[in-house]
Nanobody, 124 residues
Framework: VQLQASGGGLVQAGGSLRLSCAAS????????LGWFRQVAGKEREFVGG????????YSVDFVKGRFIISRDNAKNTVYLQMNSLKAEDTAIYYC??????????????????WGQGTQVTVSS
């Protein structure tokens, strides 16, 4: 599976962005997808994920109520809708895939395939 993240950019605090993660490969629908982010000098952190079926999503507390994850398996694409953005959301955002499992896994090493990242900058 090859992943391509896009949709990043510069936005003012309180604004919105939608990131996309397009995947190649016929078995995309069998993969759980996760979104991570990384600030320079810090470890990459889990933001949220969605199971292969799209029936279950999981987001960490600092984005709950603001970020929404969805997927369209017919388009081989996963989305991260980011609303009410804050300056502290500034980071490079990555999508990642792992073979489907019982639950959305927040652990970085569990993900096999990674996209190249897209920069999100929120100005205050």
């Amino acid at each position: 599976v090859q992943l391509q993240a896009s949709g990043g950019g510069l936005v003012q605090a309180g604004g919105s962005l939608r990131l996309s993660c397009a995947a190649s490969g016929r078995t995309f629908s069998w993969y759980d997808l996760g979104w991570f982010r990384q600030v320079a000098g810090k470890e990459r952190e889990f933001v949220g994920g969605i199971k292969w079926s799209g029936t279950t999503t999981y987001s960490v507390d600092f984005v709950k109520g603001r970020f929404i994850i969805s997927r369209d398996n017919a388009k081989n694409t996963v989305y991260l809708q980011m609303n009410s953005l804050k300056a502290e959301d500034t980071a490079i955002y990555y999508c990642a895939a792992r073979w489907y499992n019982d639950y959305v896994n927040p652990d970085l090493p569990e993900y096999t395939y990674w996209g190249q990242g897209t920069q999100v900058t929120v100005s205050s």
